[in-house]
């Protein structure tokens, strides 16, 4: 059974729909960021101040290609990770990777009502709208490499349709 990769932009559902995902196919789910977290000891917050994103991102790297190919996981990425180094490469040969494409005035509604500072890269953003859009914009060349791109709102029936006949 092939691993599926979760791809996009933060809050845009990698970790709730990869969570449903794997219960319905009988997956185990794997969030990248509690991975680094785990390893590094330290939240992914205080990696970025302490750090900084260069070490994150050689971390998140490691931790990426410590996937192990055709494993039944589902895996929710960090919104970067698939940008940096050759990790998307190692996304597209290592299973089926999904694009979450969520518009950025969605993203930062859900980041908002979320209440919690953990979002390096947008902590302290004067317009988090115009900051998505930043980001969208930069990482649209490795998101577009995805598999699929399942946009807007999604639900994990949608999701699923996509994936289940490529496992």
Do not use: W
């Not at 649209?140 to 999701?159: E, H, I």
């Amino acid at each position: 059974m092939k691993n599926i990769f979760l791809i996009g932009l933060p809050s845009s559902g990698k970790s709730t729909l990869g969570k449903k995902l794997a219960r319905l196919l009988d997956y185990r789910f794997v969030d990248m960021d509690k991975l680094i977290e785990k390893d590094q000891e330290m939240t992914v917050h205080e990696i970025f101040t302490q750090k900084g994103e260069d070490y994150f991102r050689e971390v998140e790297s490691r931790i990426l290609k410590n996937t192990i190919e055709n494993r039944s996981v589902v895996i929710a990425t960090g919104g970067g990770a698939p940008c940096f180094f050759d990790n998307m490469d190692f996304i597209k040969k290592s299973g089926i990777s999904v694009f979450l494409d969520v518009h950025h005035v969605e993203l930062a509604k859900r980041i908002q009502n979320h209440g919690k500072d953990d979002r390096p890269l947008l902590s302290g953003a004067t317009s988090l709208e115009i900051e998505l859009e930043k980001k969208y914009q930069q990482r649209l060349p490795y998101y577009s490499r995805a598999d699929f791109t399942l946009s807007g709102d999604s639900d994990v029936s949608k999701l699923a349709a996509i994936v289940q006949p490529l496992l």
